[in-house]
């Protein structure tokens, strides 16, 4: 059968038009598709900023809620330590927003500034070579002004032979400040501890952005209450 003779039983029989009809179909299922694809695109991408703003936020609000507990613990005006926290984020993994919280708890239970400062590099540098938190290393290195070794006593067995009265005195401090020095500043030179480093460093960027969005976010919380 030849071509021509082939064509034209085809177009006798309809199967031309439904031909066409179905290329058609087609290119208009790929233009819906393509502009599926830009609507999703715009949604996500816009749940994206909204999430990005709203983590941005958060940041923003964690660093102001921990420097306002920090100055009211001390009682004055603490950028002296804030300058420290921050200046401790650039050689270690702990971000600036959880040393100045655990430098608010330190103040609360009455510790000053020059003990906060010896105290919080000591508890990062313990929470680096146990593996604790550094949460838990700042309340029970604080335990040992008190005169009580505690879980301490347990990890490091040089503070079992200190007195309490030594202990009253920051020796405690000193003796693990000497046994466990550098360990923060070695862990963030590894490849975790700079990606770590580079987290707290877009968290910073965050915060900035989350404090130019703040009082816009609080006028309009004021308002519709």
Do not use: C, H
Not at 48 to 69: D, P, T
Not at 183 to 188: G, I, L, N, S, V
């Amino acid at each position: 059968m030849s071509d021509s003779t082939y064509r034209l039983i085809m177009k006798a029989v309809g199967f031309d038009k439904a031909d066409q009809k179905t290329k058609k179909l087609s290119g208009s299922l790929g233009t819906l598709a393509k502009r599926a694809g830009a609507v999703a695109g715009a949604y996500f991408g816009s749940q994206a900023i909204l999430s990005g703003l709203q983590k941005s936020l958060e940041l923003y609000g964690r660093q102001e809620q921990a420097v306002r507990k920090l100055d009211q613990a001390l009682g004055k005006n603490t950028s002296g330590l804030q300058a420290y926290a921050s200046q401790l984020q650039k050689v270690t993994t702990f971000g600036d927003e959880a040393t100045i919280e655990q430098m608010a708890f330190l103040g609360s239970i009455g510790m000053t500034e020059a003990q906060i400062r010896k105290i919080i590099p000591v508890a990062m540098d313990l929470a680096t070579a146990t593996g604790m938190s550094l949460e838990s290393a700042v309340r029970n290195t604080a335990k040992t002004f008190s005169g009580m070794a505690g879980e301490l006593g347990e990890l490091v067995p040089q503070i079992r032979d200190l007195t309490a009265e030594e202990m009253k005195a920051g020796k405690a401090v000193e003796v693990m400040g000497e046994l466990f020095a550098g360990q923060a500043q070695a862990d963030a030179e590894s490849y975790t501890g700079k990606m770590k480093q580079l987290s707290d460093s877009m968290g910073d960027i965050g915060e900035v952005v989350g404090g130019f969005l703040a009082p816009t976010i609080m006028s309009l919380a004021s308002s519709m209450k």
